[in-house]
């Protein structure tokens, strides 16, 4: 087979990951707290690292006399997650928190601590603050924050302590722990807003950069027309390549085709 049609099968491949990955962008452009998604290129230089395969599987099908440590291949070489804040919108909602500035709140989930920055959250029978999937909220200590609303409406500033009450009358009840990391990279998403630290050297930092706004959401960070504007460019390349694949296979049937032929 010829070479040309792996070389363009590589970058049809990746385009495909790449459409994929904005199809998931836009079918959450109205998600809160969304946080799109992108990925990243790379050119692969032969000769391949052993454990690749993908050296001795393409020299099995060459010939001798072509060699494809002469050309090089597209592959991927990471995906990333863009945590840009997106727009804040008011909702009303005193237990609906935008949070302004790079921190997470803390959920404490089946699998262990989480980070998350969608907060529409509520209260459960317990009176415990959840996330939209029952998670619980925690506060100080670790622990999951309780909130008793028999005692009048509830009231979260922007450092994130909580009290009940009306005016005058607020009555301290607890605080929202908020955290910071110095690079977000190494979170990796686990689905319905909520974030893993894969990384172990990375710390948790006390948020001193990051403010709550009581009665706000974070929008989804996706910009739905520069997405539609990706999306169209990389269906345009990945048509390309498959129009370099079939033409290359035209060539080599009619190639095939004129050697057998008697003159």
């Known amino acids: 087979m010829h070479e040309g049609i792996y070389i363009a099968a590589s970058g049809g491949a990746t385009q495909q990951k790449k459409l994929d ?51 090089a291949y597209v592959g991927v070489n990471d995906f990333y997650t863009d945590h840009t804040a997106g727009a804040i919108t008011k909702t009303g909602n005193p237990l609906d928190l935008a949070l302004e500035g790079p921190g997470f709140f803390k959920v404490q989930t089946e699998q262990g601590i ?8 509520s209260l459960d029978q317990a009176g415990r603050l959840v996330s939209q999937n029952g998670n619980p909220i925690l506060g100080e ?40 990391f110095d690079d977000t990279s190494s979170l990796v998403k686990e689905g319905n807003g909520i974030f893993r630290m894969t990384d172990p050297n990375r710390a948790e930092l006390p948020a001193q950069k990051t403010r709550v706004r009581q009665g706000f959401v ?13 999306m169209i460019s990389t269906m345009r390349i990945f048509e390309a390549y498959q ?21």
Do not use: C, H, W
């Not at 909130?147 to 929202?176: F, H, Y």
């Open 21 to 71: 990955i904005i199809a998931n962008n836009l079918a959450n452009v109205n998600t809160t707290g969304f946080k799109k998604d992108s990925i990243l290129f790379k050119e692969m230089m032969p000769p391949f690292t052993q454990d690749t395969r993908l050296e001795t599987s393409r020299n099995i099908l060459l010939p001798p006399d072509k060699s494809n440590k002469n050309v």
């Open 218 to 230: 974070e929008a989804s960070n996706v910009n739905a027309i520069k997405e539609m504007t990706d």
């Open 114 to 121: 989480r980070y998350t920055r969608t907060g529409n959250f």
């Open 141 to 180: 200590n670790d622990r999951p924050v309780e909130i008793d609303t028999t005692g009048g409406q509830i009231t979260i500033d922007s450092n994130a302590n909580i009290s009940i009450g009306r005016g005058l009358e607020n009555v301290p009840v607890g605080k929202l722990t908020l955290v910071e």
């Open 243 to 263: 129009k370099m694949i079939t033409a290359i296979d035209n060539v080599d049937s009619q190639a095939i085709s004129n050697i057998g032929r008697v003159v």
